[in-house]
């Protein structure tokens, strides 16, 4: 539980949680954890009415509740946010928003308005699930923080670290900057490295192996399985870290090749894409056709791929028992 200065300072506004996601659930759980107060708001007859409920949650009525002079925490998908505000707006208007990623401020999808509620960017640097694992633990996520919108700064900005820490982020990484730079910042890193990027790569050398006649299950298990090695690695300490503690080969290889498969014409195609992020076409492209059938089409694509079923038969195996 968080020592007594930092629970009085969210008491200073009434806390409403809106959603129980992923990103929600977890900070909702934590918050309990830490010991504050706070409400859950949420769709009646929704799986997550019941669910937050089966997890021992008081949960309040989305639908008629007033957010006046609250601070509403809108952990909803960002298509979602403007409906849910709009609703919300109807009955009262709220001491802030809070957002756990910038797209909707720096977007303008959900507008500033002068003397409308401020904007409180608290955006862990991690998976949900990681709020949970390493709450007040030294792997503890960091965060970034970001205001705007407000008339009485200092006191939000002491009110929104005071929340990052409820919701279970590391004391020492807060880190203060702009709803700009989480926001594009993070969506170029999805798309170019920690999703796209690295989800591109291992389908592709996938591939390259196995067109060249290698043994599928080999070919898996030198791509996809060992990543997890090499990112802790890195992970904990760094790149040199990470050369240091592999094989003199995969040193030698990792230096020598790795420029040959990276090189400048992917710099390139990565400034592309963060020009597309910058400019607002890819906020644009998102909102239009996150619903469509064209992309539903192309995640069940995706899904089928040969580097997925090998995997999904491999980690099946290995769940089973010993003989």
Same mark, same amino acid.
């Given at each position: 539980?968080?020592?007594?200065?930092?629970?009085?300072?969210?008491?200073?506004?009434?806390?409403?949680?809106?959603?129980?996601?992923?990103?929600? %659930?977890?900070?909702?759980?934590?918050?309990?954890?830490?010991?504050?107060?706070?409400?859950?708001?949420?769709?009646?007859? @929704?799986?997550?009415?019941?669910?937050?409920?089966?997890?021992?949650?008081?949960? $309040?009525?989305?639908? =008629?509740? =007033?957010?006046?002079? &609250?601070?509403?925490?809108?952990? $909803?998908?960002?298509?979602?946010?403007?409906? $849910?505000?709009?609703?919300?707006?109807?009955?009262?208007?709220?001491?802030? +928003?809070?957002?756990?990623?910038? *797209?909707?401020?720096?977007?303008?999808?959900?507008?500033?308005?002068?003397?409308?509620?401020?904007?409180?960017?608290?955006?862990?640097?991690?998976?949900?699930?990681?709020?949970?694992?390493?709450?007040?633990?030294?792997?503890?996520?960091?965060?970034?923080? &970001?205001?705007?919108?407000?008339?009485?700064?200092?006191?939000?900005?002491? +009110?929104?670290?005071?929340?990052?820490?409820?919701?279970?982020?590391?004391?020492?990484?807060?880190? +203060?900057?702009?709803?700009?730079?989480?926001?594009?910042?993070?969506?170029?890193?999805?798309?170019?490295?920690?999703?796209?990027?690295?989800?591109?790569?291992?389908?592709?050398? #996938?591939? $390259?192996?196995?067109?060249?006649? #290698?043994?599928?299950?080999? &070919?898996? *298990?030198?791509?996809? #399985?060992?990543?997890?090695? !090499?990112?802790?690695?890195? +992970?904990?300490?760094?790149?040199?870290?990470? %050369?240091?503690?592999?094989?003199?080969?995969?040193? #030698?290889?990792?230096?020598?090749?790795?420029?040959?498969?990276?090189? =400048?014409?992917?710099?390139?195609?990565?400034?592309?894409?963060? @020009?597309?992020?910058?400019?607002?076409?890819?906020?644009?492209?998102?909102?239009?056709? !996150?619903?469509?059938?064209? *992309?539903?089409?192309?995640?069940? /694509?995706?899904?089928?791929?040969?580097?997925?079923?090998?995997? %999904?038969?491999?980690?099946?195996? /290995?769940?089973?028992?010993?003989?």
């Amino acid at each position: 539980m968080l020592k007594t200065p930092f629970l009085e300072t969210l008491r200073q506004f009434p806390l409403i949680l809106v959603g129980f996601g992923a990103q929600g %659930r977890a900070e909702a759980h934590n918050l309990k954890r830490s010991g504050a107060s706070f409400k859950l708001a949420l769709r009646p007859q @929704s799986q997550s009415w019941a669910k937050a409920h089966e997890e021992g949650f008081d949960v $309040v009525d989305l639908q =008629s509740f =007033s957010p006046a002079g &609250a601070c509403i925490a809108l952990n $909803v998908p960002d298509q979602a946010h403007q409906q $849910v505000a709009g609703e919300l707006l109807k009955r009262g208007h709220p001491r802030a +928003w809070v957002f756990a990623h910038g *797209f909707s401020t720096h977007f303008k999808t959900l507008p500033m308005r002068e003397g409308g509620p401020a904007h409180l960017l608290v955006a862990p640097k991690g998976a949900a699930h990681g709020l949970m694992e390493f709450y007040q633990t030294p792997q503890a996520l960091p965060a970034i923080l &970001a205001l705007e919108n407000s008339r009485d700064e200092s006191t939000l900005k002491a +009110w929104a670290e005071s929340y990052a820490l409820g919701i279970g982020c590391h004391p020492q990484g807060l880190i +203060w900057a702009r709803f700009r730079d989480e926001t594009e910042c993070d969506l170029f890193s999805e798309q170019a490295l920690l999703c796209g990027g690295v989800s591109a790569l291992l389908k592709s050398s #996938y591939e $390259v192996m196995v067109e060249a006649g #290698y043994h599928p299950e080999a &070919a898996y *298990f030198e791509s996809l #399985y060992e990543l997890k090695l !090499i990112v802790d690695l890195i +992970w904990k300490d760094g790149i040199t870290g990470m %050369r240091n503690r592999i094989s003199p080969t995969a040193r #030698y290889g990792d230096i020598t090749r790795g420029p040959r498969v990276i090189d =400048s014409s992917t710099k390139e195609k990565m400034k592309v894409i963060l @020009s597309e992020i910058q400019s607002g076409k890819f906020a644009e492209e998102f909102l239009k056709n !996150i619903d469509s059938p064209s *992309f539903k089409a192309q995640e069940e /694509l995706d899904a089928k791929h040969p580097l997925e079923e090998m995997g %999904r038969k491999i980690r099946d195996r /290995l769940k089973k028992p010993n003989a």
